[in-house]
């Protein structure tokens, strides 16, 4: 997914800032195997917050909506509601709070001196074997196949033919 | 200070809030920390506690949620200033303003969320006092109150294992302070758990991205930890009845039944019935069990109101064992607790392992404690011994400690007070906690 920038610079500002450290290399990378795999483990933290179209009269919360899905309601509603109030600006700004990593990225640990116990020193770091069990993403047994577009694991033609009906590359979208 | 003073005890978690009194044995509410809107509803909810039979009576069925807390951390305070207010007004019923409060915290919190929590107890609520506290601490505190005598009362320290909603902590406990030098972090939890689960039975089955609560049942209910990995993926593909892993959730039709439910729950247990070892024969009352079973398997492509679980009831918990495996870059839960151990004293070392405790919903797991041990023996030094224990209520024991703490004669002393707050601010204030 290339950013060219140009058409959603006012969106960008706030959105980069909203998105995981992780997120922001998958973005900046064009590798779409590494893109799926971290908007999937991205998505694992989610919470069906409602994905109808936001209503400034009822309290919503957008806050899990994905990037495609927010910009693209944002502007739609823009267009929409030109004379937007003031209450209604008001609410939006409420409904929408900083994510954790927003927060974790101001708190700006790394400049701590490096005894100082924190968030990220607390990570307990990757495995210690790089050995790693493939199940496949469809039926759940062991898996020999990747798939060459988005890196999930198959087992079979019968487990591929359903990933690439179904699921190849949905969460980079 | 007036030794009058009641003391809330608030488990301030990112699933669940545990509430009550000091000194009880219990807390009074255990609420989801969220607000819910059902698909019937055009605004936000409170939801009932689950300690409550109106509980039982919401249909959640594709309720949307919000949480104030992300990754378990507050980000929302407003959010959880409307659920604290709906949790002292109407169900605990307490005055703040003549009340001291405990309040658990997780381990490296930010200064920005501290003060903003500070703010909601002394600006918003006008608590008395305060005490904030981390999990463990209370953990290993009410631990040791079971059994005086026990190891750890001894040595004075154990390794907290708590396996919550939002993450899983290895934390060493030392003369009831947690070495937060040595604590590690694995990003994953209950929450984490039921969405992967979600994904998998909407890839799968039917698609229920949007039920998180129906699919939080289903984890708490078919979910188990497997102690050979290998053995049960065989024993899943197995067809017919000698597949022992199988079983059949129904889901809510929202007309006869708003909740959903496990269809046979002595098929759903049959892989349980002698520990490690599956029965593999089947008795006749397990063959009509089955023959129902088939017959209705053909009414569920037409409606699609159930769906069946196989190799998803263990996979989902492996990933606190493997998070490799869904491509993330951590270790899991054995190398997590070896390396927090490592991080302390090595006079520390044998004390740790004989004293890990778990806690926290998603230690709930069948057999969760013996594939850990499994898992973790071949990692530790011969001579030392593993030994490890579930806390007798894993939801509860966080609280249960705070409330043990807020009854003890020095609680008053180690509060800060509204008085201390409004002089020094809340950054000078939080140091007092942690030293
Ligand atoms: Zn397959
Ligand atoms: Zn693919």
Redesign the pocket.
Known sequence: MEEDGSNSNRRMSSRTRKVASKMVAALASSDNRTQAALARLDALENDNAGFEVPDPNIDDDDASLDDDDQGFMQRKQSKGTKRKTRQAKALEARKAPRTFLELLHDANLESLPPHVPSYWKAAVGPPSSTARRHF??????S?NYTCVRCGMR???N??QN?HNDTRCLKFVA | MSTTTQVVVLDNGGGLIKAGFGGERDPSAILPNCLHKPLASKKWLHPNPLNTPASAEQDLTSASVRRPMDRGYLINPDLQREIWSHLFTSILRINPSQSSLLLTEPLFSLPSIQHSLDELVFEDFNFTSLYVADSPSLVHLYETSRSPNGLLSKAQCSLVVDCGFSFTHASPVFQNFTLNYAVKRIDLGGKALTNYLKELISFRSVNVMDETFIIDDVKENLCFVSVDVPRHLNIARKSGKENLLRCTYVLPDGVSHTKGFVKYPEQANRYLSDGKEMKEDVDDHEEILQQQHENNRQKVDLTKNEFDLTNERFLVPEMIFRPADLGMNQAGLPDCIVRAVNACHPHLHPVLYESIILTGGSTLFPHFAERLEKELRPLVPDDYDVKITTQEDPLLGVWRGGSLLASSPDFDSMCVTKAEYEELGSARCRKRFFH
């Open positions: 496949c993403t469809v039926c759940g047994f898996a198959f087992c079979s019968r487990c359903v």
